[in-house]
């Protein structure tokens, strides 16, 4: 009896271990519902010291494959198109600030970097690389250009939310901050954003879920 008590033990141990086994495998990749893509950030934030400019921001771009394979570092895509609604930016502090994107910096890689939490709820980090922008009418008439290579998580409808069903969102991460190469009388900014990828060119949501 003991015998066989020890082998049922063992069996459903094995079992237990399989099923782990081929449930991580299955959540080895993240599956898009569409490859290209539009993000709407209104706004995107720039906030250098006590001065806050809020642009409404959009990029565009293309992942390489409806299928991304969970390797630190993979180039999963591009930013082809990036602008800034420049005219209608805002400045908390009552200036004129105002922000651009530098146009011949694109495009802008995507390359992913891993992922936020435990499976199944969790949340994707990528980086885009070298984004560019040029910021106006600083203090003391300064034009500052900031490039960047900043982290973004792709998350659910909410934080946290169960990434296998969810309609995607681009959240550029908090307190990310870079400094200006162009002068040393830059100040040190960051920024901060949230806007739904859609498939370009409409409001359909894309959806990512972990295959």
């Not at 049922?8 to 099923?19: I, N, Q």
């Not at 994707?124 to 003391?140: C, K, M, T, W, Y």
């Not at 990828?197 to 879920?209: F, P, Y």
Request: glycine share 8%.
């Amino acid at each position: 009896m003991r015998l066989y008590t020890k082998l049922f033990v063992g069996t459903l141990a094995a079992t237990a271990l399989s099923a782990s086994l081929v449930a991580s495998a299955s959540a080895g990749r993240i599956f898009l519902s569409n490859r290209n893509f539009r993000t709407v950030y209104a706004p995107l934030q720039f906030a250098a010291e006590s001065q806050t400019i809020s642009c409404n921001a959009t990029m565009e771009g293309t992942f390489h494959s409806s299928t991304i394979v969970k390797v630190v570092g993979s180039l999963i895509g591009y930013v082809n198109r990036a602008t800034v609604d420049t005219p209608n930016c805002s400045d908390n502090s009552g200036g004129s600030a105002r922000a651009l994107i530098q146009q011949a910096s694109l495009p802008w890689h995507i390359q992913y970097v891993g992922f936020i939490g435990t499976l199944p709820s969790v949340r994707i980090r990528d980086q885009i690389i070298n984004a560019s922008f040029r910021v106006l009418g600083l203090p003391f008439g300064l034009v500052c250009e900031y490039r960047v290579s900043a982290f973004y998580i792709i998350e659910g409808p909410a934080a946290g939310s169960n990434m296998n069903t969810g309609n995607a969102f681009a959240r550029a991460e908090e307190l990310q901050g870079f400094a200006s190469p162009s002068s040393f009388l830059c100040p040190n900014s960051r920024f901060t954003g949230r806007g739904a990828i859609t498939l370009t060119g409409t409001t359909t949501a894309i959806t990512v879920r972990l295959i």
